[in-house]
């Protein structure tokens, strides 16, 4: 089954500056990655997704990219700000049989002023 | 908007009891899930249902059962818990082709 790894584990950066956060997948059927983000005693949100057709995608301060050959893909915040502070989680699901999410294991996203 | 609501947001039970969490969505969505949440762990699926009275193992369903006799509520049961069952459960709605919510969770102490 999907595997789907996380890094890092925990990111702390100032504010402006631009945060990283990286997801490899095992799964080469896989085509469907999205992004959420989980704030403090919430349930995790959708913020952005891509599938395996597109290399890149953007909206507004945030950025997600795919690399389908590496098995890679990347959420990427510029000028990142406190509120941006949160745990962020990626998934992958294939399109063969149910579609389900299988997660990474959080990035705990720390913004200072 | 979609809402997914969970009939607790905390939960304090002892070991041996029989303990239910209850999950509702409003909107019309086939498919309902539950985690279990742990730290550095990430979201692990215990079961899921793509239909009324349909349901699937995830990949952690030991110690755990669900129900799912109308479409918008899910509920998941612990026959008899156990302290390794501490942990925050969250619920999650999808349609067939869409988006997948969240509810807020619920925080289960298992003393």
């Known amino acids: 089954g999907e595997n789907v790894e996380q890094h890092p584990s925990t990111l702390s950066v100032q504010e402006g500056d631009s945060a990283v956060i990286k997801c490899t997948y095992s799964?080469?059927?896989?085509?469907?990655f999205p992004w959420y983000k989980q704030e403090l005693g919430k349930g995790p949100q959708l913020i952005i997704d891509?599938?395996?057709?597109?290399g890149e995608k953007k909206d507004q301060r945030i950025a997600v990219t795919l690399n389908k050959t590496a098995k890679h893909f990347s959420l990427h915040i510029t000028e990142t700000q406190p509120e941006d502070s949160a745990v962020y989680f990626c998934?992958?699901?294939?399109?063969?049989?149910?579609?389900?999410?299988?997660f990474g294991t959080g990035t705990r996203l720390l913004v200072s002023p | 908007d979609v809402k997914v609501t969970q009939s607790s947001r905390y939960l304090v039970k002892r070991t041996g009891e029989k303990v239910f969490l209850e999950c509702v969505q409003d909107?019309?969505?086939?498919?309902m899930f539950w985690y279990r949440q742990d730290p550095g762990l990430g979201l692990r699926l215990i079961y899921f249902?793509?239909?009324?009275?349909?349901?699937e193992k995830g990949d952690i369903p030991e110690g755990y059962s669900v129900s799912r006799e109308k479409k918008e509520r899910f509920s998941l049961i612990l026959e008899s818990a156990s302290t390794n069952q501490t942990s925050m459960y969250l619920c999650?709605?999808?349609?067939?082709?869409?988006?997948?919510?969240f509810g807020p969770g619920t925080r289960l102490t298992v003393l």
């Open positions: 999650a709605s999808r349609p067939t082709h869409g988006e997948q919510f």
């Open positions: 799964d080469s059927a896989s085509n469907y």
């Open positions: 909107m019309d969505h086939e498919n």
């Open positions: 998934a992958a699901s294939s399109n063969t049989g149910f579609q389900k999410l299988v």
């Open positions: 249902s793509y239909d009324v009275k349909m349901k």
């Open positions: 891509i599938r395996s057709n597109v």
